[in-house]
């Protein structure tokens, strides 16, 4: 086992990189552990929502926060995938992938997600040329274009009915009918004339040259009728898929694995925190993670003064 720090980071996404960048601030021993740098930020083609840039692309940002955070001596483990998180004798203990264990008195899981995949042909291929998984973020990049909502939730309807100010035409997707919030979602796509609703239909293939060019889609379930849509772009809003079963058995989860916290990112278990989108945040944004990140901090270095 490596020695034992005063907090332990899990994670260095926007939360976690803040995370970091606060805790060394604060001159508190903290050790990063993380399977990549970045998170789902490096996989993002524009950004035009983070405060301070205008426009910028995720690798960029990502370069940003990294180059803040390595101006501290921050110990970091990267390339280290957690696959066990465990409270023993008063310290956190969490085991990676490669066998190695890492200890401390505070911990703050900002592992963040990965958003549901359609997982069919041309949805890796065209990731960033046109497949999407965050309307808020590219939808402005779709001005005038036709484009396909897949998802038949909250975030399919929203992302439609954001959309649908900017696109010319939407086709909404979904294998059977919509599980949304009534008003105003529902009312608000129906009111919308550019969106033309599609049911009882999955994505069967996904297709394009240098761009998305079009997909096709066939009836669910029978799979028997399939027809071809001309789009730009494809948003999948299928959901996100926390990574937190490291930590199940140790934190309070809902029933979508999501790490229940208080506004002060408090999971209920002394010592332990979470920020970003591996908690129950509603809206999962780089500048609320990162915001998040920061309190996990405050109430670190608080719990850390107080179990002096
Ligand atoms: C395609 C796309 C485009 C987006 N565009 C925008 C945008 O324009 N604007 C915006 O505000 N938001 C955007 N978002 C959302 C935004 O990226 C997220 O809200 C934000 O990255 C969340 O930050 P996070 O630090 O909580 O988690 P993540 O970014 O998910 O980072 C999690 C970190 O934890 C690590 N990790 C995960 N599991 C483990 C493990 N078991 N062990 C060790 N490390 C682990 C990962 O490697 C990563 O470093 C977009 C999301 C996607 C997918």
Redesign the pocket.
């Known amino acids: 086992m490596q020695p034992v720090h005063e907090l332990m980071i899990?994670?260095?996404?926007?939360?976690?990189m803040t995370a970091a960048i606060y805790a060394a601030r604060k001159r508190i021993d903290v050790v990063i552990?993380?399977?990549?740098?970045?998170?789902?930020?490096s996989?993002?083609?524009?950004?035009?929502?983070?405060p301070g840039f205008q426009y910028v692309t995720?690798p960029e940002l990502v370069d940003k926060f990294r180059a803040q955070m390595n101006q501290f001596e921050i110990e970091q483990h990267l390339g280290?995938?957690?696959?066990k998180l465990n409270k023993q004798e008063g310290y956190f203990v969490a085991q990676?992938i490669s066998g190695k264990e890492y200890a401390a008195k505070a911990c703050i899981i900002?592992?963040?997600?990965?958003?549901k995949q359609l997982g069919v042909p041309g949805e890796d291929k065209y990731r960033?040329k046109g497949v999407?998984?965050?309307a808020?973020?590219?939808a402005p990049l779709f001005a005038d274009a036709t484009v396909a909502v897949v998802g038949g939730g909250n975030s399919a309807l929203s992302s439609s009915f954001e959309l649908s100010r900017i696109a010319s035409k939407i086709y909404l997707i979904s294998r059977r009918e919509w599980r949304a919030d009534e008003a105003p979602l529902i009312e608000n796509v129906k009111a919308a004339r550019n969106i033309e609703k599609i049911i009882g239909y999955v994505v069967e293939a996904i297709a394009g040259e240098e761009m998305v060019k079009g997909i096709t889609i066939k009836t669910f379930p029978k799979g028997d009728e399939y027809k071809s849509l001309t789009v730009d772009g494809v948003f999948v809003e299928i959901g996100l898929l926390p990574?937190s079963d490291?930590a199940r058995g140790l934190v309070q989860m809902n029933e979508r694995g999501e790490i229940l916290v208080d506004c002060d990112t408090w999971t209920g278990v002394p010592g332990l925190f979470a920020?970003?989108?591996?908690t129950t945040v509603k809206d999962?944004?780089?500048?609320?993670?990162s915001g998040q990140?920061a309190v996990a901090v405050m109430s670190a270095f608080e719990y850390l003064l107080k179990s002096r």
Do not use: H
């Open positions: 899990l994670g260095c996404g926007p939360a976690g552990i993380s399977d990549d740098v970045g998170g789902q930020v996989t993002t083609f524009g950004i035009e929502n983070y995720g280290e995938k957690v696959v990676t900002t592992t963040g997600a990965k958003p960033g999407s998984y965050c808020t973020c590219d990574n490291f920020a970003g989108d591996v999962k944004q780089i500048v609320i993670a990140g």
